[in-house]
């Protein structure tokens, strides 16, 4: 009877470490690439969120600080508490002060082979 009990749990514990791998590995599957330019000055949390590395919260900190302190500048972006230096440098090339923003983003499967998990 205690061999059956350990080869069940042996069996769940294999399969769970399973199910993590093919999602870990999915979600690994498909990376968004970006193009464009936004704007810090007139974005929008929803087009700021399209930049690599910000989220919610971050894009809000953008809005809020440059509701007081407009951006004369693109490298202003790093007073904003969040983005320091290593991000800046990932955003540089898709931001400005001026003009319009104009943005594209796409879904671009990274690993062809990894299993997909749909949510």
Not at 23 to 29: E, V
Not at 55 to 73: L, N, V, W
Request: aromatic share 4%; no cysteine; net charge positive.
């Amino acid at each position: 009877m205690k061999s059956t009990s350990r080869t069940r749990m042996t069996r769940l514990i294999t399969a769970m470490a399973l199910m993590t791998a093919l999602a870990l590995n999915a979600s690994a599957a498909t990376k968004k690439t970006f193009s464009g330019t936004v704007n810090l000055n007139t974005a929008g949390v929803a087009e700021l969120m399209q930049l690599p590395g910000i989220g919610k919260a971050k894009a809000q900190a953008i809005i809020d600080y440059r509701s007081t302190h407009p951006f004369a500048q693109s490298s202003e972006l790093k007073a904003v508490k969040g983005i320091g230096d290593k991000l800046y440098a990932q955003l540089e090339p898709f931001i400005t002060v001026s003009g319009a923003s104009v943005v594209t983003t796409k879904s671009v499967e990274s690993n062809p082979g990894a299993a997909k998990v749909s949510k």
